[in-house]
C-alpha cells in the first residue's frame, strides 16, 4: 500500500531533550516536506527536500533539522526541543514534476514541556 | 497581508446545499492545491490544478490564473463532507515547492 509513514504519532519530552521524528515514504517520491499546524495559525512549511541531498528552509525552519541521505526517508530533528515547539506535526511526499497531489502522513502531536 | 486568503473562514450548510469555498493568492505560483482534514486530523490531497477545472465526483475545482484565484465547489452536500478544506499554493520556478497555506475554512453540514 502506498503511504507516508510518521512515528511517532504522540510524543511527550522536556525542554533540550534531543529528538527525531521519522517520515518514510514508498512511493519512490522526489519531493518530501514537513509542516507543523498551530490554532489560528494553520499549516506552515518547516523544510523541504527537492530530491536528495537537497533541502531548503521552509517558513518557519528555525529549531529545526532535517536530512535527506536516502530517498525515501526524511527525518525531522529538533536539537533542544522548546515548549513553542509543541505543535501537531505532519510529514508530506509528491512526485517532483507534473500534476502530483502531496500524500501526508497521520500526523505527530509534540508536546514540549 | 497573507499571501494566500481563504473566505469563509466558517460555513455552515444543509443537507444538499451548492458550496463554494474561495481561495485568493498573491504570488506566482507552480500549482494550487486542496486538502480535506476531518476531525482527528488526517489530511487529504482533493486537488492539485495548474489550470482550468478537475471534478471528482460532487467536488469541483477551478482557477483563474490571471486572477489569481481558486474555487472548490462540492455539489449536493452530505454531512460527511463536514471538514476543514485547506488552500495552499506551490512557490514557482526556484521556489517550487516551498508551499504557503491558507488558513482554512471550517465547513459543518447539518442533516
Known amino acids: 500500500e502506498a503511504q507516508v509513514t510518521q512515528n511517532p504519532r504522540y510524543l511527550i519530552t522536556v525542554t533540550g531533550k534531543k529528538l527525531t521524528v521519522t517520515c518514510s515514504q514508498n512511493m519512490n517520491h522526489e519531493y518530501m516536506s514537513w509542516y507543523r499546524q498551530d490554532p489560528g495559525l494553520g499549516l506552515r512549511q518547516i523544510y523541504y527536500s527537492m530530491n536528495v541531498e537537497v533541502t531548503d528552509k521552509g517558513d518557519v525552519p528555525e529549531g529545526y533539522k532535517v536530512s535527506r541521505k536516502e530517498k525515501r526517508n526524511f527525518p525531522l530533528i529538533l536539537e533542544s526541543p522548546s515548549p513553542n515547539q509543541t505543535s501537531l506535526y505532519f510529514c508530506a511526499s509528491r512526485y517532483r514534476y507534473g500534476n502530483s497531489p502531496l500524500h501526508f502522513g497521520n500526523g505527530t502531536r509534540l508536546t514540549v514541556t | 497581508k497573507n499571501e494566500v486568503e481563504q473566505s469563509p473562514q466558517n460555513l455552515t450548510a444543509q443537507e444538499g446545499e451548492f458550496i463554494t469555498i474561495n481561495c485568493s493568492y498573491s504570488v506566482g505560483i507552480s500549482a494550487l492545491h486542496w486538502l480535506q482534514q476531518h476531525p482527528g486530523g488526517g489530511i487529504v490531497s482533493l486537488f492539485m490544478?495548474?489550470?482550468g477545472k478537475k471534478k471528482h465526483g460532487r467536488l469541483i475545482a477551478t482557477i483563474n490564473i490571471q486572477e489569481k484565484h481558486s474555487s472548490l465547489h462540492i455539489t449536493a452536500s452530505h454531512p460527511r463532507d463536514s471538514a476543514v478544506y485547506i488552500c495552499?499554493?506551490?512557490?514557482?520556478?526556484?521556489?517550487?515547492?516551498?508551499?504557503?497555506f491558507g488558513k482554512g475554512t471550517k465547513l459543518s453540514v447539518k442533516p
Open positions: 490544478l495548474s489550470s
Open positions: 495552499a499554493v506551490d512557490g514557482y520556478g526556484g521556489s517550487q515547492g516551498n508551499l504557503i
